[in-house]
């Protein structure tokens, strides 16, 4: 069974820093797919990056990028240039060729101050 | 526009009752999922649909029913509510299954 983990509950940065969190997870899959996902104070649940786990480059969308060590079974988010709408709770998730949906780690709450 | 639009936003209803929840997506997807998010517990998959009328259980169905008659609608449904249920509901949709699934508003439910 996939199982995705967030160690990290809460980080607060400076605005225009860079803020990083991790991510682990578990599968016996050789094949899945990882994703990141933010969700605001309203409550939106918002895509923000993926990564294929046959690829080696680390993927990049925007000041979001990822930091994938496969044999660490880690995908870690990076957030380069913080700014104050990039508070949020961000979710790491995961979906092999098994599973039924993705899997959600609990999240990590960062919040940005001026 | 692509969007998963989920009614009622929010939703009060007494133990015992029936509930419907109702999910739609104007992008033609064909999988489309119902979470629900409780504090400490994340998001966890309720059932998931292949295409009309093709639904799986997901991680915890128990209590829960769906029905997808067409692609674009996707309903869950509690029959005979529990203040256990009381959660906020995602409905999610995507082109395929290893496409990142797009979320609704989600649905605020509080079963008294």
């Known amino acids: 069974a996939q199982k995705v983990t967030q160690t990290q509950t809460s980080i607060s940065v400076m605005e225009k820093t860079t803020v990083t969190m991790d991510c682990v997870y578990e599968?016996?899959?050789?094949?899945?797919?990882l994703f990141w996902y933010k969700q605001t104070a309203s409550g939106e649940i918002v895509f923000l990056i993926r990564?294929?786990?046959?690829?080696?480059e680390n993927a990049t969308v925007g000041h979001y990028s990822l930091n994938f060590q496969k044999p660490k079974s880690s995908i870690g988010l990076i957030i380069t240039a913080t700014q104050i709408e990039d508070s949020a709770v961000y979710f790491c998730?995961?979906?092999?060729?098994?599973?039924?949906?993705?899997?959600f780690g609990l999240g990590t709450r960062v919040s940005v101050f001026p | 526009d692509m969007k998963v639009t989920q009614m009622p936003r929010y939703l009060i209803k007494r133990m015992g009752e029936n509930v419907l929840l109702e999910c739609g997506q104007d992008?033609?997807?064909?999988?489309m999922y119902w979470y629900r998010q409780d504090p400490g517990l994340g998001l966890q998959l309720i059932y998931i649909?292949?295409?009309?009328?093709?639904?799986s259980e997901g991680d915890i169905p128990k209590g829960y029913r769906v029905s997808r008659k067409k692609r674009e609608h996707f309903s869950l449904i509690l029959d005979s509510a529990k203040t256990n249920q009381t959660s906020v509901y995602f409905c999610?949709?995507?082109?395929?299954?290893?496409?990142?699934?797009?979320f609704g508003e989600g649905t605020r439910l509080s079963v008294l």
């Open positions: 999610a949709s995507s082109l395929g299954t290893h496409q990142a699934p797009l």
């Open positions: 599968t016996q899959d050789s094949s899945y797919f």
């Open positions: 990564q294929d786990s046959y690829k080696k």
């Open positions: 998730a995961m979906r092999d060729n098994y599973a039924q949906g993705l899997t």
């Open positions: 992008m033609s997807h064909e999988t």
């Open positions: 649909s292949y295409d009309v009328d093709s639904n």
